[in-house]
């Protein structure tokens, strides 16, 4: 049997580009119905007609994960226009770069509402409803940066990360009597535009040096991961958090695998 989403319904959350934009259309192409939500609307357009041009099944709702009202107008939505809810994808997030000293208060909260609570603020209208179902995957991109690795810059997005995967263990045990499965991919060094226009094309064969395989993932890598997170044959993985890097958090030594050149 392979491994496949076809006939699934997903939300996919930060679908308006980068790693959110490479979901939805790895989603869409395994046969799921996708519905991308986001807070920009010309990107979000943009995605959904690609999808849907290229034979997959997509729509697009605006919403910003920061606001309950908001998610759970999202997942209602869902349930009113398909009448279930297979696979919740929560992609979207914020990657402010600034030292603690120079970080506003403001920058903080946004940084944790943004990548943390919105992880709450979106499980929890799914419950009852993948309850009802006996089934259901919640699924979260989270990093290497916070539960494995440490950017001095980087405080606020790395507490929320590590945050992320602290919730998918507590919530994966509350609901996995239900059928519902809850996990994440830590994505390490992924090629998307914002990361080209923050480092540059010389920045980005830096960045590859450090990366075993030497090179950067792509966006489809994160999306087949997800692919199998979101699929039946993955029913007895709950509560995970898998690594897509490249093996960059392997070496114990930076230097170490390039010893073998």
């Known amino acids: 049997m392979s491994i ?28 799921a119905t996708v519905i991308c939500a986001a807070r920009t609307i010309d990107d979000g357009d943009r995605v959904v007609e690609s999808i849907n041009e290229n034979g997959g099944s997509a729509i697009f709702i605006q919403a910003d994960i ?5 998610c759970t107008r999202l997942v209602h939505s869902v349930i009113e226009k398909y009448g279930r809810l297979d696979i919740m994808c929560h992609n979207a997030g914020i990657y402010p770069d600034e030292l603690m000293e120079e970080m506003s208060i403001e920058t ?12 709450f603020l979106l499980t929890k209208p799914c419950i009852n409803i993948m309850r009802t179902q006996k089934s259901g995957r919640i699924l979260f991109t989270s ?12 405080s606020a997005y ?35 535009e914002s990361m080209m226009n923050l480092y540059g094309e010389e920045g980005a064969k830096e960045i590859a040096k450090v990366v075993p395989t030497g090179k950067l993932g792509d966006t489809d890598d994160i999306g087949y991961a997800m692919v199998y997170l979101a699929s039946d044959q993955a029913k007895f993985v709950t509560g995970q ?13 930076p230097d170490s695998f390039l010893r073998n050149e």
């Open 4 to 31: 496949n989403i076809k006939g699934k319904i997903a939300i996919v959350t930060g679908a308006s580009r980068g790693i959110g934009e490479g979901i939805a259309k790895i989603f869409a192409n395994e046969g």
């Open 66 to 70: 920061r606001l309950e009202e908001d």
């Open 108 to 119: 903080w909260d946004n940084t944790i509402n943004t990548n943390l609570r919105s992880c």
């Open 143 to 154: 990093s290497i940066t916070g539960p494995n690795v440490a950017q001095a810059s980087l």
């Open 158 to 192: 790395s507490a929320s990360k590590g945050g992320v995967n602290a919730f998918i263990k507590a919530a994966s045990l509350e609901l996995a009597k239900d059928g519902i499965t809850v996990n994440a991919v830590s994505p390490g060094n992924i090629v998307t």
């Open 241 to 253: 958090a898998i690594v897509v890097d490249g093996g960059q958090i392997l070496p114990e030594d």
